[in-house]
């Protein structure tokens, strides 16, 4: 499976109490090569998991690898900031947007639906998502 992982997929990976931790794991058993994601990411999962180590360790492991430097798409970040403004995305957003216009095969794995049916990559594309079952 080609995707890039959100925040939200680490963190229902790593908790056993968290809603989504059945739909996580049934997804992860079928990761045959690492799910792409960034820095921002990450930071945000070990913030919400107390746990810079955990994190790490799905790098260490190849569950994740990072795959985006945020220094190289400054100017198409600021633009995206600025579309989804009245949004308010967070940097792990904006990140993801642009891994998606970039790796565009890619699915994205997020419980954040909401938001990522909002979000456009080049400016009009949907993002393919894989999501929690809704209602879970």
Same mark, same amino acid.
């Given at each position: 499976?080609? =995707?890039?992982?959100?925040? @939200?997929?680490?963190? =229902? +990976?790593? !908790?056993?109490?968290?809603?989504? &931790? #059945?739909? =996580?794991?049934?997804? =992860? /058993?079928?990761?045959?090569? $690492?799910?792409?994601?960034c820095?921002?990411?990450?930071?945000?999962?070990?913030? &919400?998991?107390? #746990?810079? #180590?955990?994190?790490?360790?799905?790098?260490?492991?190849?569950?994740?690898?990072?795959?985006?430097?945020c #220094?190289? &798409?400054? $100017?198409?970040?600021?633009?995206?900031?600025?579309?989804?403004?009245?949004? /308010?995305?967070?940097?792990?957003?904006?990140?993801?947007?642009?891994?998606?216009?970039?790796? $565009?095969r &890619?699915?994205?794995?997020?419980?954040?639906?909401?938001? +990522?049916?909002?979000? !456009? !990559? %080049? /400016?009009?594309?949907?993002?393919?998502?894989?999501?929690?079952?809704r @209602? %879970?």
């Amino acid at each position: 499976m080609k =995707a890039i992982a959100d925040t @939200g997929f680490i963190v =229902a +990976f790593a !908790r056993l109490n968290d809603q989504h &931790h #059945s739909w =996580a794991l049934n997804l =992860a /058993k079928g990761i045959t090569e $690492p799910l792409l994601t960034c820095e921002a990411v990450l930071a945000e999962a070990a913030f &919400h998991l107390g #746990s810079s #180590s955990y994190v790490l360790s799905l790098v260490e492991d190849e569950m994740l690898r990072v795959a985006f430097d945020c #220094s190289r &798409h400054i $100017p198409q970040l600021l633009d995206l900031a600025r579309r989804y403004a009245d949004h /308010k995305p967070d940097m792990a957003d904006l990140c993801i947007i642009r891994m998606s216009e970039l790796n $565009p095969r &890619h699915m994205v794995i997020t419980v954040d639906e909401s938001d +990522f049916r909002v979000y !456009r !990559r %080049n /400016k009009r594309e949907t993002i393919p998502l894989i999501c929690p079952p809704r @209602g %879970n």
